[in-house]
């Protein structure tokens, strides 16, 4: 079906789309997840907010700072209604389920908000706000672009009956709908009583109701690289770790169907992307039937084509030595593992509800290294948890020394509401002085060892697979296996290549290199 040619005269223009992304890997897919979704009902994607109809700030609720940033960032966006009064500004992913309408009552000029399950419902949300944008009736999944609809999700395609559109906030016109409690002038995908529409007035919309099979089976993303593919294998999260707010964002563990993934990753390797990244909350807990994570990552890593396969993030408690086995043997996994550990202290580990102790993260450890001895390891720390004394901090920096990870992303614990941690005693939380200084401390040792670790690397050839262009002109980007980025002289053409490159030097944190060579036929070809 041509979508164009079934929009009204006044809508013949194709509409424009623009999504901006904050936060984990996660979310990143979930972008190009509703990429794909406009890109389905017809629209054109922006490369810039400034020429878009639809901005979709794509949010991330995991910090404070980060939803700060969101906020500013929406403030920003709202001058362009000035000249564009029919732009639609919505905020999507964790942040908006977070907020939910009080994020609508804060910032009037936001006209949706939706939680990570509601993406299928985009069009129908769209459509109540602009009628004529968008065909009727094509929901997400059933428009072109998309995989057959008799293979969609449980969830499916279904009417948005429960988006009763009511007048804007501060209209004359009564609400018509409404759920108890929720703020008035704006319609809930929760059930309401009434439900008839204004499709005239202003409108703003609430998608927030948790999805317990949604896992956008049966929907094309719009795929930001021809290089590498996030395949997200998982979403929600069984853990409940007390400081976490993902629980109560995303929900609980959705596990996608073996075939399916399978299915989507020999497309991928069909697109000559020669790299996917497997994601997940705990994506090493998947399971799916007679299928675990160890036997899914042998399976995507055979197939033809996938010269790289990486996954995130992992649950400490879910390395077992299968998957260290698969690992080890198949060619294709990455010599590299993301393990968060988060604290160093058994104390901490315990009000964290991590579920480990540290003799039990460093037993896995050694697991993964006895099996694979040159495996690069990456981890998150969290630092000044409430109630933290100096000697637990001690013992995290003691723990960085003793594992001597090759990155690490370091926090102070930031307080999401809603959390198990929040309700801990005022007088356990760290002044805002001491967790700063206790943050520069881990950056700085991490820091030293991660020199120290990358030092010992220049001289070395390694395989990289050229990612893009680097910010210094006439130099590229390319990842080695253990994930560490080196730029190194080369052209655009190289972008998808894998070279063998020489590390001639190190800021630290990157590398500088030379190409000597091709890289080798390391993937596996079924
Ligand atoms: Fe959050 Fe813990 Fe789940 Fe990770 S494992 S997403 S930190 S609750």
């Given at each position: 079906m041509d979508l164009l040619h079934t929009m009204t005269h006044d809508s013949v223009r194709r509409r424009r789309a623009y999504v901006e992304t904050y936060g984990c890997q996660m979310n990143i897919s979930d972008g190009e997840l509703m990429q794909g979704i406009l890109a389905a009902q017809g629209f054109e994607l922006a490369d810039r907010p400034e020429e878009a109809d639809v901005i979709l700030v794509n949010t991330c609720a995991v910090r404070e700072h980060a939803e700060q940033r969101v906020l500013g960032r929406v403030g920003q966006l709202r001058k362009l209604k000035k000249h564009r009064?029919?732009?639609?500004?919505?905020?999507?992913?964790?942040?908006?389920?977070?907020?939910?309408?009080?994020?609508?009552?804060?910032?009037p000029y936001v006209e949706l908000v939706m939680g990570p399950d509601g993406y299928r419902r985009l069009p129908d949300a769209l459509r109540n706000l602009r009628p004529g944008w968008l065909p009727a009736g094509a929901g997400a999944g059933d428009a072109a672009g998309a995989r057959p609809a008799?293979?969609?999700?449980?969830?499916?395609?279904?009417?948005l009956p429960v988006l009763g559109a009511v007048p804007a906030a501060g209209s004359?016109?009564?609400p018509v709908g409404g759920t108890a409690g929720a703020m008035p002038g704006v319609a809930t995908s929760r059930p309401v009583s009434g439900g008839g529409v204004h499709a005239t007035a202003p409108q703003r919309v609430a998608v927030?109701?948790?999805?317990?099979h949604e896992n956008y089976e049966g929907l094309e993303v719009r795929r930001g690289s021809r290089v590498s593919a996030w395949v997200p294998i998982q979403r929600g999260c069984n853990y409940r770790c007390t400081y976490c707010i993902v629980p109560y964002t995303r929900g609980s563990e959705k596990n996608r169907d073996p075939e399916r993934i399978l299915e989507e990753v020999r497309g991928i390797a069909?697109?000559?992307i020669p790299e996917v990244v497997l994601l997940g909350q705990t994506v090493n807990s998947y399971e799916h039937g007679e299928w675990d994570f160890?036997?899914?990552?042998r399976a995507v890593a055979r197939v033809d084509g996938i010269r790289r396969v990486r996954f995130t993030s992992p649950h400490p408690n879910d390395v077992s030595e299968r998957l260290v086995e698969v690992m080890a043997t198949e060619p294709a996994v990455c010599r590299q593992l993301h393990l968060p550990v988060q604290a160093g202290h058994d104390r901490t580990l315990?009000?964290?509800l991590r579920r480990y102790t540290v003799a039990g993260y460093l037993e896995k450890v050694r697991m993964v290294r006895s099996a694979i001895p040159d495996i690069a390891l990456s981890t998150d720390v969290i630092v000044a948890f409430p109630g933290e004394t100096e000697e637990e901090f001690e013992a995290t920096l003691d723990l960085l020394r003793a594992v001597r990870y090759d990155d690490a992303f370091l926090y102070r614990y930031s307080?999401?509401?809603?959390?198990?941690?929040?309700?801990?005693?005022?007088e356990q939380f760290i002044p805002d002085a001491v967790a700063q200084e206790r943050l520069e401390r881990v950056i700085a040792l991490q820091r030293k060892i991660q020199a120290e670790i990358n030092r010992g690397e220049v001289g070395r050839t390694v395989e990289v697979l050229v990612e893009r262009e680097a910010r210094s002109e006439g130099d590229m980007l390319g990842r080695t296996e253990s994930n560490k980025v080196v730029a190194f002289p080369g052209g655009p053409e190289l972008v998808g290549r894998f070279l063998r490159v020489r590390l001639t030097g190190t800021t630290g944190a990157t590398f500088t290199g030379e190409v000597v060579g091709p890289g080798e036929e390391v993937g596996r070809v079924a």
């Open positions: 009064p029919d732009l639609v500004i919505g905020v999507t992913g964790c942040m908006a389920q977070r907020m939910g309408e009080a994020l609508l009552e804060r910032a008799a293979r969609a999700a449980p969830a499916g395609r279904r009417e004359a016109t009564a927030l109701d948790f999805e317990p069909a697109q000559g160890p036997r899914l990552l315990k009000r964290m307080p999401r509401d809603g959390t198990p941690a929040t309700r801990l005693p005022r």
